[in-house]
Every structure is written in structure tokens, then in C-alpha cells.
């Protein structure tokens, strides 16, 4: 792995880890609504580097905040470590299988970001069913209503992503390079 | 940020309201398919300790990992009204008169159902 | 495809935002606002026992004060009738028994005169005046009276020694020492109250269930008959297991079964049915469940059927519906089942019979 590798690496499992963090601190309305803002972090990992770097963040991610929070191998880790791996996974197996198809990246920003959400729910509920609940009704009955709470944060997401993403490809212009703090 | 919604490919807008109706018609579809539930049955440690019909009222304390925790059944809703495990996630869900309250810090699980009770879907009574 | 061309022209369009957030709104309010037929329940614990009701109704407010009246009338009635309450009117008949005729209020005189209409057909095989023998046995503790006490207590178990006088809702027990006890009847005559009051408040459909006895009126929301279980007198494991289930409407449905209130001495179930003419637990019958208009009846006969055992309680059955429709299901001390033409097959996956 080459320095610069690890180095990015690092800098992205920071943004995912005060995202994670912030994210911990907001009120919410209903106490198993989650924006998943650190899904941002694989999204763009996903579109600017590779699958490797994703991954590598997400888990990173997972672990240090576990481990900040003291729940590190407790339940709400292994819910947690799932729904990461596993979203983490389906958004790199649709990105990369349908450019391979396809030739160019099929889904944008937005649609990784949907359906890394997804899975990331369906992860957990599964998880949630085999580890704790072991009531299929009561799985079903919530499952909708994540699923769609979901829908609405992987849009927000992506879309934050999606901005991300055009705002570091983009070419900077001249004179932004000779240092933009000095126009403020 | 009319410009931002036009600049996602359709792919993804396709997608979306793919999920969208299908959660929105999976909350409708989930609530017709279950039965209407008639108990509420709470668990402590996977297994069932009491079995109330959610037409009664009234409050009940069970010994969960983090101390007592109070279940509370009123105009066939139910609550946890009391609990002390350290997020008090369960206590914040409030009444739900369908579904499940999971209290994971006390293992304590409060499921509104008809399963396990034996009554069978559908019936209005039962004698004898 | 329309529809979705149409969804995202909205979405692209100026008002996309507006739209997406009409949707979400849309999503967090349930369905609240279809109007039409509701079904409402309540239940509370009264007469020993749980009274739970289920009202069809259009509006939730009508479906509340309704309730609210059948409970207290089965309220109201479970004081003046409580075996076990000195103020209540029956214990002033039994304290007076010998004594003195108890004016009673319509309610308890009405029972009282069912009652004696169900032992009279059933010749003594239910019987209202069963308190002597029945107060010598201890279900709860499951201790067995001497058989020295039984037989001294039997003579007092005489339904043809209770006069009652139409005229001024009087009831007289001519025997000192004799106790009237409505115990056997007295949920299916609450379930007839409280079904009245109900109705008294323009509710149409519903089901009360005093008990184990339980009457049914008008149709279910769905438009289809009201389904009631009937338990299983040998459950297998689960809790309050069905052996069956009956579609209803305008009928009551009362069970008397070997498994309600029992212990088990030598090897013998000693349960709380007894047997007016010798004083011990009938053991004919396992299960009898009785399906006519009234719950009154049902409640009496169930008993009655119960202690005569299938041959005998089918002829009765036979006759008493020459008076009005009656149906009855019958499992026996062996498990084999008997059933009225009008409820053949019922039971259908009796377990362990």
C-alpha cells in the first residue's frame, strides 16, 4: 500500500468518524432514525478512488467509533459492523459489475447512496431478526417504515455526495490555486 | 438546486421512486397481511414472561438487565414508561399499538402479537 | 409508466420539492381518515372473570358511552347476584332461608325464574340451589369434603323448594340451611345485559364475552359472522388451544368443561360440575358447549347437558328446542364427539381427545 494510499485512507476515516459522531449528538425524532451521513464518506470513496479505500474506511469508521462510544463487540457493533460491511459491499458490487456492463458508471452518486441505504437497513434488520428479536412480524412491521426513512436520507446523501464529487473533480481555476483565502 | 435534481442521471431517479412506492406500499401491505394483534407479550431474555391483552389497562415492572423496567397498556396502546438502561430509547419510542419496543441494554422485548398465545387469527372470542 | 413519466415531470419540475415532501408527509400520517364501520374493544376484569366487548360502530365516541353502559349494567348486576357479598340481594334470600320471602329487583327475579325454568326442564340436572354441597368443595386447594358432609348438605340441594311470587319479584327458600347459588348461570345472563345496553345505544354488531360465555349480534366489520373458538378440554401445550371455531351471529355460545376448575386426588379428576343428585363432579361429559339465542340459556344448559352426559343431554337438547333453537357439542369422558345437526363438524382438529 503506498503511502498516499494510507494517507487517504486516513483522511477519509476522519470525515466518516465526525460525521458518525455528529450524527451521534442531533436529536431525533424517532430513536431508530439515522441519517447515515457517514454513507457520504463510501459513496465518494466509491466514485473518486476504489472499492478497497471504501471498504477500508468503512470498517475503520465502525471500529474507532465503537470503540469511542465503549460498545466495541457489543450488539449495537455488530449491528452496526453489518449494516457497514454489507451496504458497503452492495454499493461496490452494482457500482463496479455495471460499469463493467456497461462501460460507464450506471448509477450516479444518488443511486449508490440508495442503495448502500438499503442494504445497510437490510443488513441490520436481518441481523436484528437473528440476534435479538427473533420475531418476524415485529421485523416486518418496522421494516417499511427504515426502508423508507432510508430512501429519503440516501437521497439527502447522495445528493450531498453527488456535490462532493463534482466539487473535487472539477478543475479548479487559476486563480482559486493561488490561494482563495486571501480574496475573503 | 433545480440544477442539482437535473443532473442526476435517471437511473437513479428511477430508483428512487422504486423504493419510495415500494416502502410506502410494503407499510400498507405489512399492515393488512398481520394479524390484528390483540396481545402484548413481553420477553425478558428471548423468553416470554407475560402474556396481557392490550384491551386492559394497566402497568406491569419485569427485572431486566439495567433494573426494573415498566410496561405501561392504555387505550390498547402500550409503552415503556419506565426504564434504566443509559439511552432510555425504549422509554423515548412512547405508545405504539402495533409493532415491537426493543429495549436491547435490558434484553427486554415488548411485542404486541397474537402468535403464542394460541388464539387463533381471526377469532372474536373464545369459550369454554 | 404514465404515472411515473408524471412523477418525475413533478419532481423535475419548480414544485419538485413541495411534492417530494407532500409524499413524505403523506407516508408518516396512517391511514386515520377512511370513514365506515370501526371495531372497538375493551375489556375489564368483573364477576370474576374478564368481560370483554367488541362493538361495530361508526363513530368512537357512540362505541365508548355504549361500552361504558353494558359494563355498568353488568356491574349493577353482578352486586345484586354475588354469592359471596352479604349486601348483595342473594345473600338476603339465602340469609332468610326458611325464614322469610326477599323482594328482589326485576333483574335478579328475571335470572332467579330462568334459572328455575332450566332446572325444571332439566330435571334437576342443573340446579340453582347447588350452594350447600358446592360450598363444602375447595377447588383452589383441592381438598375433598368428607363424603359424611355431602350427604348431609344433599337434602338442601332441591330446586322445587325455592318459591318465587311473580307479583312482587318475591323469592322464598324453604329450607333453612339452603343456598342459592347463580354461579352456573349467571355470566350468560350478563352477556344478555350487557348485549342489551349495547344495543339501547344504537350499536348494531358486536360481541360480549363474559367469560367463557359469549353472545353475539349483528355482523363483524368485514360483513361476515362473528368467529368464536372453542377451547380445547385436553390442552397439548398451548395456552388456551382451539379445538374448533363457530361462526355466530344473534347467538350465544356458552362451554362448560372438566378443565376450568379441578385438582386431581388418587388419580381422579375432581372437578367443579356437580352432580345435584349426588353431590360429586359429574363424570359423564368432558366438554358441552351450548349455542342458542340467549346466553342465559346457554350458560344453564351447558351445565345441565354437562352433568346428564351425551345420551340424555341430547334428549334434552331435542326437546328444549322444541321451545326455541338449540344446538349443542358434546365431547364425552372418552373424547368422542357428539354434535347437533346445525353444528356438525365443528370440531375438527381436536388434538389428544
Known sequence: ?184 | MLRIFRAVPLADKVLFFFMLTASLSGIFVVREALPQAADVIVEVDGRPVRTAPLSVDGTMAFNGDCGEIQVEIKNSRVRVSEAHCPNKLCVQQGWVSRGVIVCLPNNVVVFIGGRGTGTKKGLDAVTG | MNRLDEIQRAFQSRGGTSFLLGLLLLAVIPSCGDSGRHTYQKSRAMMDTFVTMTVISESRQQSETAIQAAFNSIEEFGCLINFFSATSELSQINKNAGVREVRVSPAAFDLIEKALYVADKSAGAFDPTIGPVMRLWDFHNGVRPPDADIKKNLPLVNYRDVVINKKNSGVFLRKKGMLLDLGGIAKGYAADLAVGALKQHGITAGIVAVGGDVRTFGLRADGTAWNVGIKNPRQTGAKDEIMGTIRLTDKAISTSGDYERYFISDGRRFHHILDPQTGYPSDRARSVSIIARDGVFTDGFDTAVFVLGPRRGLDLIKEINRDFEVDAIIIDVNGVIYETDRVKETIKDAKNL
Not at chain 1, 478512488?49 to 467509533?65: E, H, M
Not at chain 1, 457489543?74 to 449494516?83: C, E, K, R
Request: glycine share 10%; aromatic share 12%; proline share 4%.
Open chain 1, 1 to 184: 500500500m503506498l503511502l498516499q494510499d494510507k494517507y487517504r485512507i486516513a483522511v477519509l476515516s476522519a470525515y466518516a468518524l465526525v460525521l458518525h459522531g455528529f450524527e451521534a449528538v442531533l436529536p431525533m425524532p424517532v430513536p431508530w432514525l439515522k441519517l447515515g451521513l457517514a454513507n457520504i464518506i463510501t459513496v465518494v470513496a466509491l466514485f473518486l478512488f476504489d472499492f478497497r479505500t471504501a471498504f477500508t474506511v468503512t470498517l475503520i469508521r465502525v471500529i474507532l467509533s465503537s470503540m469511542f462510544t465503549g460498545t466495541f463487540l457489543g450488539p449495537s457493533f455488530v449491528l452496526s459492523l453489518g449494516g457497514g460491511a454489507g451496504s458497503t459491499l452492495a454499493a461496490g458490487f452494482f457500482h463496479y459489475s455495471l460499469i463493467s456492463i456497461s462501460g460507464r458508471p450506471f448509477f450516479g452518486a444518488v443511486g449508490l447512496s440508495l442503495i448502500s441505504s438499503f442494504f445497510h437497513n437490510v443488513c441490520q434488520l436481518t441481523l436484528a431478526y437473528f440476534i435479538f428479536i427473533q420475531r418476524i412480524e415485529a421485523i416486518l412491521i418496522i421494516s417499511p417504515f427504515v426502508l423508507l426513512v432510508g430512501t429519503a436520507t440516501g437521497l439527502i446523501n447522495g445528493i450531498i455526495a453527488d456535490i462532493l464529487i463534482r466539487n473535487v473533480r472539477a478543475p479548479l481555476p487559476e486563480s482559486d490555486l493561488a490561494g482563495s483565502g486571501n480574496k475573503l
